[in-house]
């Protein structure tokens, strides 16, 4: 509740006392610098004993300023306290309770009830944090350019060296299913690749002021939707966010979580096959390799050679883009099952954790079962989709409006989201 002294003073008003005090302190300071200088004038004039006050530094002639102006403050200061039911006594209230609203506004700078440890470290590497959005702002689209540049790398180094061999040393059935199913990966991951990069993840409407939303955001100061958090990158709120891909230069949201989740899984895939299919030839080139730095190399032409050396670079780059980019697959194929993001993830550790503490079990709102969890995603709704819409490239769009969300249950007890 609001106390008479701080619905008077308002910030405007704070602003334009503070420089009418700042102002007659300064003119009361000049006219006391200057009247002391002309007294000390007169008395070096004079004779006696100022010359020794005329020979005194300009500090000292500060200080004597100062002290008579502090003795004037004080003065005036009991003049209007004395004055007890007249306009001096307002006027002496009114200068108190501009003190103390002064002084707590200052206070609440540096110190208020919330303030904790997690705010003075994010005070403390606010410069860093600064410094890695703005890193990763400008240097996304290198990360695209190198993922396109290895991507293509690869499908160039197969098309030249590993579907030849395929083609005349495989059987026909096996010819087929190498061809089918190589190429039925590229055109996914491209597919996906293309829509997780250019597919904006989703924004809360900023003209409608009917939007439903569980706080403010205090970045964009803005209505925040549930499930909505800002990216400090991309610098807007992202309405699901799960986080911001620096490899898409976009942030992954409502609108394109299910392109990057089937970019990550289609690629895991498409890696772990050019893996599998280029073993003998790796372990070949390989052996080839090793036996070129003894005493007597075998004679191989400059084509081998490159052959050789691309053979291994493609099973190195894919064996090794499988086991990292496989884990982030799973990790998000496990919070989808879940019915979370990786934001929320966090958020919901420490709900849950407090909820424990008070006795509670914490149950995820978003979380309608691992089946249900899964076709929402994919927006399955018949089992014809599970082909057209999972297996095969679809840019349908995602279940809901990214705003409202369905919740399992109403629960009582508030929880950030």
């Given at each position: 509740?609001?106390?008479?002294?701080?619905?008077?003073?308002?910030?405007?008003?704070?602003?334009?006392?503070?420089?009418?005090?700042?102002?007659?302190?300064?003119?009361?300071?000049?006219?006391?610098?200057?009247?002391?200088?002309?007294?000390?004038?007169?008395?070096?004039?004079?004779?006696?004993?100022?010359?020794?006050?005329?020979?005194?530094?300009?500090?000292?002639?500060?200080?004597?300023?100062?002290?008579?102006?502090?003795?004037?403050?004080?003065?005036?200061?009991?003049?209007?306290?004395?004055?007890?039911?007249?306009?001096?006594?307002?006027?002496?209230?009114?200068?108190?309770?501009?003190?103390?609203?002064?002084?707590?506004?200052?206070?609440?700078?540096?110190?208020?009830?919330?303030?904790?440890?997690?705010?003075?470290?994010?005070?403390?590497?606010?410069?860093?944090?600064?410094?890695?959005?703005?890193?990763?702002?400008?240097?996304?689209?290198?990360?695209?350019?190198?993922?396109?540049?290895?991507?293509?790398?690869?499908?160039?180094?197969?098309?030249?060296?590993?579907?030849?061999?395929?083609?005349?040393?495989?059987?026909?059935?096996?010819?087929?299913?190498?061809?089918?199913?190589?190429?039925?990966?590229?055109?996914?991951?491209?597919?996906?690749?293309?829509?997780?990069?250019?597919?904006?993840?989703?924004?809360?409407?900023?003209?409608?002021?009917?939007?439903?939303?569980?706080?403010?955001?205090?970045?964009?100061?803005?209505?925040?939707?549930?499930?909505?958090?800002?990216?400090?990158?991309?610098?807007?709120?992202?309405?699901k966010m799960d986080h911001h891909c620096p490899w898409l230069n976009n942030c992954v949201g409502h609108l394109n979580h299910r392109y990057f989740f089937s970019f990550c899984l289609y690629m895991t895939l498409g890696c772990m096959y050019c893996s599998i299919s280029s073993r003998n030839l790796f372990l070949e080139a390989y052996s080839v390799i090793e036996t070129s730095f003894q005493a007597t190399p075998p004679d191989t032409s400059p084509r081998e050679s490159v052959a050789h050396k691309c053979i291994i670079f493609l099973w190195v780059l894919t064996s090794s883009v499988a086991v990292a980019l496989g884990g982030l697959t799973l990790w998000h194929a496990k919070l989808i099952s879940r019915g979370e993001t990786s934001v929320e993830r966090h958020i919901n550790r420490k709900e849950a954790r407090r909820l424990q503490e008070k006795g509670k079990v914490f149950r995820n709102p978003f979380h309608h079962g691992r089946l249900n969890n899964w076709k929402l995603f994919f927006g399955v709704e018949t089992r014809r989709h599970w082909l057209t819409r999972v297996l095969l490239p679809s840019s349908h769009p995602p279940s809901g409006d990214g705003i409202m969300w369905d919740c399992t249950f109403t629960r009582s007890d508030p929880m950030a989201i």
């Open positions: 509740m609001e106390t008479p002294a701080s619905v008077w003073l308002r910030y405007e008003q704070l602003l334009f006392y503070a420089a009418c005090v700042s102002h007659c302190w300064s003119v009361c300071l000049c006219v006391c610098v200057c009247l002391e200088g002309r007294r000390s004038r007169r008395r070096a004039g004079g004779g006696g004993g100022g010359g020794m006050r005329l020979g005194s530094s300009w500090r000292w002639q500060l200080s004597r300023a100062m002290r008579q102006a502090l003795r004037w403050c004080r003065l005036c200061r009991r003049r209007n306290v004395g004055r007890v039911g007249g306009g001096g006594g307002r006027l002496g209230a009114r200068l108190t309770a501009l003190w103390r609203y002064g002084r707590l506004l200052l206070r609440s700078l540096y110190y208020n009830s919330l303030s904790d440890s997690d705010t003075l470290l994010d005070c403390a590497f606010e410069p860093v944090y600064w410094i890695v959005d703005n890193v990763t702002r400008w240097f996304g689209v290198v990360f695209v350019c190198l993922v396109v540049l290895l991507t293509s790398s690869v499908v160039i180094i197969v098309y030249l060296f590993v579907l030849p061999t395929i083609l005349a040393t495989y059987p026909l059935h096996w010819i087929a299913w190498h061809l089918c199913c190589g190429h039925w990966l590229l055109l996914l991951v491209v597919f996906h690749y293309y829509k997780a990069t250019t597919t904006s993840p989703g924004h809360p409407p900023k003209d409608k002021r009917d939007v439903p939303s569980v706080s403010v955001c205090k970045k964009c100061i803005t209505p925040k939707p549930p499930r909505t958090h800002h990216c400090s990158i991309c610098s807007v709120c992202v309405l």
